[in-house]
């Protein structure tokens, strides 16, 4: 069964950090490398948001606007994995965070929700003030 597995959330204090990791698994094995990768967070009662998102190899990066600065993504392809390094965190960071791959379009990435097809069960972060 391919899956998409967060891991690394929790809580810390503002001004603290976290780095979350995710994945992929199963079938995913081969594929993974070809599969542009982003994470999104969302609050309970709101829209889900773009964090960020990472081209193929990393050479490409691009992060939402209350982010930029403070997060980092990167991957590393020969373990399937996509990580989100926080820094300087905030209260209003406090969120599900969920990873997702866009397995169809292998040269686009962007902000929209709609090109990722695939959706890991997302990891819960919570920074308190």
């Known amino acids: 069964q391919e899956q998409l597995i967060e891991s690394g959330g929790g809580l810390v204090q503002a001004g603290g950090s976290l780095k979350l990791s995710c994945t992929a698994s199963g079938r995913t094995f081969s594929t993974f490398s070809v599969w542009p990768m982003a994470w999104f967070r969302q609050v309970q009662g709101r829209e889900r948001e773009f964090v960020g998102a990472i081209s193929l190899k990393g050479g490409r990066i691009i992060y939402g606007a209350s982010v930029k600065g403070r997060f980092t993504m990167s991957r590393d392809n020969g373990a399937n994995t996509v990580y989100l390094q926080m820094d300087s965190m905030k209260p209003e960071d406090t969120a599900v965070y969920y990873c997702?791959?866009?397995?169809?379009?292998?040269?686009?990435?962007?902000?929209?929700?709609?090109?990722?097809?695939?959706w890991g069960q997302g990891t819960q972060v919570t920074v308190s003030s």
């Open positions: 997702a791959a866009n397995r169809n379009f292998p040269d686009r990435m962007d902000s929209s929700a709609a090109l990722y097809d695939f």
